[in-house]
């Protein structure tokens, strides 16, 4: 029975979601201590970038790996919609953390 669960991929899947938006959550306490620590806003901004970059990729990957139980055009479609995103988001903060550095 234990087994069984191991090869359980909606677990994995959200198991992989969860710890992204542990990452996401980390990133942002750090941000938050380095702001209340410093003043450094700049860095601080930086930080949540790097974070928000981090955690979504988990989350695209968790998401990638719940697409192996997609049985339906409507769970495509929302799959999509997760997708797309997930990834402006991942370009926008990555596009953010390029602006922060110069």
Not at 20 to 45: D, E, M, P, Q
Not at 80 to 94: E, H, N, Q, S, Y
Request: hydrophobic content about 60%; glycine content about 6%.
């Amino acid at each position: 029975m234990l087994f069984a669960n191991l090869f359980n991929y909606v677990l994995w899947a959200s198991l992989i979601e969860f710890v992204g938006g542990l990452l996401i959550v980390g990133y942002i306490l750090v941000a938050l201590y380095t702001v209340l620590r410093s003043g450094n806003i700049v860095r601080a901004r930086m930080i949540v970038a790097d974070g928000a970059i981090t955690g979504l990729s988990f989350k695209v990957a968790g998401t990638l790996l719940k697409t192996i139980t997609i049985h339906t055009w409507q769970q495509i479609l929302m799959f999509l919609a997760i997708f797309a995103l997930r990834t402006v988001l991942k370009r926008f903060f990555t596009w953010e953390r390029e602006r922060l550095q110069r």
